[in-house]
């Protein structure tokens, strides 16, 4: 019961972490507009550097980043608090290596599907590369900093952003994969590399067809 209590609690949290819609409230500060009319259209921090320009679009990514990192890190706060609480001791080790990582996986989802679909938003949202990248660096540092290295890599060789994110979310599941890491964590960073590509579907057939707009160009 504790550790269903904890999970959903986190889970919860983490969805609200992620609904934080920080490019539309970029739009709507900054320039009393609502991003989604702009641009690619999408609340994430590649849209903001277009309409928006360079400080606000690091802003909303940093942000971004930081919903992902503060929806692991209070996952793992809550059910630990949770559990000493409700037994009085706190969890043994065994007990924080089995469960603990159940907790996390359902905090990664939650949080970024409060990104990609907000319900301040009307279930609309960024693509969730950024925030994805923030589970990564507080769930297992390794493979966050790989993926990030892979997109920093990609961005430099290609300028297109969307392209850097995709390859970032394979290289997060072959690390993941390749690395010794709970199950859990493999489970959430497949679906949310796969979530996170299925998000950038209509950037794919812009690829494909050669009209994917560069870093610095109008989408």
């Known amino acids: 019961m504790v550790f269903w209590i904890a999970s959903l609690v986190g889970l919860a949290v983490a969805y609200l972490f992620g609904s934080l819609p920080t490019g539309y409230l970029a739009g709507k500060l900054l320039k009393g507009m609502d991003i989604r009319e ?119 060789a290609f300028r297109i952003v969307s392209l850097s994110s995709m390859l970032a979310a394979l290289t997060a599941i072959a690390l993941v994969c390749g690395l010794e890491q709970p199950l859990p964590y493999r489970l959430l960073v497949i679906s949310g590399g796969l979530y996170v590509i299925i998000r950038h579907r209509a950037n794919i057939r812009r690829l494909l067809a050669g009209t994917e707009p560069r870093l610095g160009k109008v989408a």
């Open 38 to 156: 702009h641009g690619s259209r999408s609340t994430g921090a590649t849209n903001v550097l277009r309409t928006l320009g360079k400080w606000p679009a690091l802003a909303v990514l940093l942000i971004d980043v930081l919903k992902g990192v503060a929806a692991v890190v209070f996952a793992r706060w809550f059910y630990l608090w949770f559990s000493t609480v409700s037994s009085g001791i706190p969890p043994t080790a065994p007990d924080l290596q089995s469960a603990e990582p159940w907790t996390v996986c359902l905090a990664g989802l939650g949080v970024l599907l409060g990104h990609g679909r907000s319900i301040w938003l009307n279930f609309t949202g960024g693509k969730s590369a950024a925030t994805g990248l923030g589970v990564l660096l507080a769930m297992s540092w390794p493979v966050g900093l790989g993926a990030a290295a892979v997109f920093c890599l990609a961005l430099a």
